[in-house]
């Protein structure tokens, strides 16, 4: 497979699902992801979920109408989106609905798809990817060290939470890779849960 020069900061595209280059490695990651993330039992087990952040979503539409205040749409359907896929990942919302930090993760979404998506001068010419005339790697090397940096956070909070006290495991997605990379003999590695996360 060929990687866009803008996806190989930080060693993604050595470590993610998606761009990653078939082999053992690549196989373990996607055997984890459906038999562990995209199962029929854990999708309905994930139903309540779905539906209580479409209430969420419900409850500030209507407070909103009732204060007479205006409704970003747009922005309320990425936020329950992510929130829905956050949850599923590591059991916790990322953002609220309606709060200034909504607009940035936005923005920060739409950053880093435009800095991966963008066509790229060394993606042609390979001779040129050292030098990155446009810049697009660089770019994108802030935005993906941006979410790698939430996503070191949550794991440090996880991994504190469960080596100082005796919490039951919440059982989400960031549980199973976290007990998967500490396993002997496993093709998956640490470093695959930050590039599988984004």
Request: proline share 4%.
């Amino acid at each position: 497979r060929s990687v866009m020069d803008a996806a190989s900061p930080l060693d993604h595209s050595k470590w993610s699902l998606g761009l990653g280059q078939n082999g053992p490695r690549w196989r373990e990651m996607r055997r984890i992801c459906n038999s562990e993330l995209f199962t029929p039992r854990r999708l309905d087990s994930l139903r309540g979920l779905r539906e209580q952040k479409v209430q969420e979503l419900l409850l500030h539409v209507r407070e909103a109408c009732r204060g007479g205040q205006a409704v970003n749409i747009g922005e309320c359907a990425v936020v329950t989106t992510l929130n829905s896929i956050s949850n599923t990942l590591f059991s916790q919302d990322t953002i609220g609905l309606g709060s200034e930090s909504a607009t940035e993760f936005r923005a920060l979404l739409g950053d880093t798809a435009s800095a991966l998506g963008s066509p790229n001068i060394s993606d042609f010419f390979p001779l040129l990817k050292y030098v990155d005339p446009q810049g697009v790697r660089r770019q994108a090397a802030v935005y993906i060290k941006r979410f790698y940096e939430l996503f070191d956070e949550i794991i440090e909070k996880r991994n504190e939470l469960y080596s100082t006290s005796k919490v039951e495991k919440k059982g989400d997605f960031l549980d199973v890779l976290l007990e998967l990379s500490t396993k002997t003999g496993s093709e998956f590695k640490k470093e695959c849960i930050k590039p599988l996360l984004l």
